[in-house]
């Protein structure tokens, strides 16, 4: 017998949650729209920002942009 779906107890949790599926969403938007700016400042057929460089005013480490490119560490 499958198990009763589950119900927020009240309107407060309810608004809750759907609170953090919102900003669930919103937090992928901003992501996919980060990243494709992110790949058209390090593209070296244009701007060519280093990586070094980019890393460094996120204050991360180059391998993390280097990830977030999707591109393996050179």
Aim: without cysteine; positive net charge; glycine residues 2%.
């Amino acid at each position: 017998m499958p198990r009763p779906r589950w119900t927020p107890p009240d309107d407060e949790v309810a608004a809750r949650i759907n609170e953090v599926v919102e900003r669930y969403k919103r937090w992928h938007q901003a992501e996919a729209e980060y990243k494709a700016l992110l790949a058209e400042v390090a593209d070296p057929d244009k701007d060519n920002a280093p990586i070094a460089h980019l890393a460094d005013r996120l204050g991360v480490e180059r391998k993390t942009v280097y990830r977030h490119l999707g591109k393996p560490m050179k």
